[in-house]
């Protein structure tokens, strides 16, 4: 049936040479016209693609900086109860002196969590302070204010001592809407680790920030680990396997 539309279409060109020309005539015409719509679009494509890459690019970027502000606002938090003299008072209390003085300094660390506690805003939601040589557990939470000696070290520090890190973010994917920014507690003379800060902040703190690389039905936006494991995802769906193996694979290429 198409050859023989084909045919019909075709023959009045084959019986008369100015038919012959006028189809030749037309065909070279028309070839060139669609080479270039074809390259028009062509490039029109790349210009649009290359114009979204690069607005998310920047948004990224944008989004970075202020993501590291709020982090910096975090650390200071913790750096104010690092170089508290009440913290310098109880980790010389535990080294012989009376207990009488080693119960006013636990005191006063609980009194100075309990300020950064409740100076944070409603994104913190706990705070904890271990000291690894007395096994010393400090937590406080908003229907929690507890000192505790712990029989082993806690998780968190645990993987930090283990690591030899001085930061540490941990996350149990979102599940449980926050996450854990621990900081180490260093001896001065020697960076020895004596034990860590913890505050739980909830991961809504960050959601204004993210909104910043847009949402659209395509996007999205996660956060995830120096090892590619995913943190926090606000909306959309999980990433495939294959865009999380992409994610793991550039993080270590950064790395």
Known sequence: MLAKLIRLLTEPFRRSIRNKLIFTMIFLSVIPIIAVTALAAENNRKSMEAEVIGTNLSNMKWTGVYLGEQ?????NLVYSVLISPHLSDYLASTEGSLLINQFAAQKNIMDTLSNLFYSAGNHVIGVELFLKEPRKLFTISGNQYDLETSPAIPSPYKQLFEENKDFLIQSNNGDEGHFQLIRSINRFENREKLGGISLKIRWSMLDQTL???????????????EDGNVLYQRFGERPSDNIMLRIKETTADQG
């Not at 909104?211 to 680990?225: C, E, M, P, T, Y």
């Open 71 to 75: 982090f910096s606002q975090l650390n």
């Open 211 to 225: 909104d910043l690389i847009g949402r659209g039905k395509d996007h999205q936006v996660l956060i995830a680990s």
